[in-house]
Nanobody, 125 residues
């Protein structure tokens, strides 16, 4: 059983929307907080958004504030993490990764080295 599985990536035109999903099971199910990161070609992986499972508090990178919304849901033995992406720009093109076993402290997300396989988002201009 793969503990983190992302889905929802694809090709979209600038200004469009996509919704990413991440299913967390096994060890990832006990995460206090989870987040999304992204990595564009030639760039380092960067933080996008995170959410606390206890109080649903959220943290966003400045580059996505007002355009992206992170949310979460529970089911038996599985946690679901979502990223609603609106008003997409060409610079949002990247592989998006789900991160688990994190915490949010003083408005900053600290994630463990625990990743999904990634889902590719391509925004055409």
């Amino acid at each position: 059983q793969v503990p983190l599985v992302e889905s929802g990536g694809g090709l979209v035109q600038a200004g469009g929307s996509l919704r990413l999903s991440c299913a967390a099971s096994g060890r990832a199910f006990d995460s206090q907080a989870m987040g999304w990161f992204r990595q564009a070609p030639g760039n380092e992986r960067e933080f996008v958004a995170a959410i606390s499972w206890s109080d649903s508090s959220t943290v966003y990178a400045d580059s996505v504030k007002g355009r992206f919304t992170i949310s979460r849901d529970n089911a038996k033995n599985t946690k679901y993490l979502y990223l609603q992406m609106n008003s997409l720009k060409a610079e949002d093109t990247a592989v998006y990764y789900c991160n688990a076993e994190g915490v949010i402290v003083a408005g900053v997300y600290y994630g463990m080295n625990y990743w999904g396989q990634g889902t590719l988002v391509t925004v055409s201009s």
